[in-house]
């Protein structure tokens, strides 16, 4: 007949698999949380970026057209502004890339509604590296309109 | 002897029996009295005084005469049509302004004899700016002096104007003869301004704002 006995170290070797399952998803978790807050942040930044792109654009009006003719017309080089004031306020890191800047007049230059910046950026991953994430894709953009004082 | 019988008759008499007697009743007796009491005080009021009186004043008596009102053109030509804020840069890059060149003949055709020709001594030109939002109304001068008499000429202005105004602000030009007389020339001059905004995702479906404004050039008799 077995004799009955507890033994702690008898444990050991089941508690280092559970550790060993469990700090890797701990891991993940965290790197998760962190790579996705940092693609928020760069989110946040670059659209500041394009939201005044986007009004220093709309401001861009053809100015003798405005006082000779009293029309509200787009000026020639808005779309320099647009990439002019995007770069002037985004600050360029290495791990985040524009991979695509543009804009958009809604209705027409002779009638300008509104300008919309849109931005495609990767932001490199620290950590979703080792589940073969490299880059997170963030998206967004930006609109604005001139308006006459009134 | 003496025979008789005795008979009846009836005799009248007064008998007093008045007398004076004591008793005792109840009588109203009167005690009230009238009585006033007071002090004097000042009080004002208001009281028409009539001081009309008859008097002899010496008054100076200048030496009148009939005269022709005046007359003539006054010739306003602005640029640009569409006025802006200094805030916003021309196409020179410059602060947007308002030129405005004044040009005027007086008629002096229809003077009567020994009458002095008239001659613009003065010139006054403001404009009042209906400042939106009800933030009242800015004065701006923009020419306001004497100027060597003449019946015919012109003068340049550049105004800049620090807040945009509604078609409710009013340019006015005044020109002071030498005599006193005057001509008042007024127009709507609307100054516009803007600023940019963002939108949400939704963006808008207004169409972008015009410009006010729009009078660069009169002609105007008077």
Not at chain 1, 57 to 69: G, H, P, R, V
Not at chain 1, 86 to 115: G, H, M, Q, W
Request: contains cysteine; hydrophobic residues 35%; glycine residues 6%.
């Amino acid at each position: 007949m077995g004799k009955l006995s507890f033994n702690p170290n008898s444990n050991k070797g089941s508690i280092l698999v559970i550790v060993v399952i469990l700090v890797p998803i701990f891991i993940l978790i965290v790197g998760f949380v962190i790579d996705i807050g940092r693609a928020f942040l760069y989110k946040e930044e670059i659209n500041k970026a394009c939201m005044i792109a986007a009004e220093e654009a709309s401001k861009c009006i053809d100015i003798e057209a405005a006082q000779e003719l009293g029309v509200n017309r787009l000026a020639d080089n808005y779309s320099d502004i647009v990439y002019e004031y995007f770069y002037k306020n985004y600050k360029n890191v290495a791990d985040c890339t524009i991979n695509d800047l543009n804009y958009n007049v809604i209705e027409s230059i002779d009638n300008p509604r509104y300008i919309e910046v849109y931005c495609k950026a990767d932001i490199r991953c620290l950590f979703l590296k080792i589940v073969s994430i490299d880059n997170i894709t963030i998206h967004t953009k930006a609109n604005g309109r001139l308006r006459r004082i009134k | 002897m003496n025979s008789g019988y005795w008979r009846s008759y009836t005799a009248y008499r007064t008998v007093d029996t008045s007398h004076w007697e004591t008793r005792t009743r109840q009588v109203w007796v009167d005690t009230s009295y009238m009585t006033s009491s007071g002090y004097w005080r000042y009080y004002t009021e208001r009281e028409w005084v009539d001081t009309n009186h008859y008097e002899y004043r010496m008054v100076w008596v200048e030496d009148g005469f009939y005269t022709a009102p005046l007359h003539g053109e006054v010739i306003i030509d602005k640029s640009p049509k569409f006025i802006f804020t200094k805030w916003h840069k021309d196409k020179n890059n410059e602060e947007c302004c308002m030129e405005m060149n004044l040009s005027w003949k007086v008629d002096n055709s229809e003077l009567l004899e020994s009458e002095e020709e008239k001659e613009i001594v003065r010139i006054y030109i403001y404009q009042d700016i209906y400042r939106f939002d009800n933030k009242g109304i800015e004065k701006v001068i923009i020419f306001n002096e004497d100027i060597s008499p003449s019946a015919e000429g012109s003068i340049n202005t550049i105004t800049w104007f620090d807040y945009s105004g509604s078609e409710d602000s009013i340019l006015h030009v005044y020109l002071y003869a030498q005599n006193g007389e005057s001509a008042h020339i007024y127009f709507s001059n609307p100054i516009n301004g803007f600023r940019s905004i963002n939108l949400n995702s939704q963006g808008s479906s207004s169409d972008a704002n015009i410009w006010l404004g729009g009078n660069s050039y009169g002609k105007i008799e008077f």
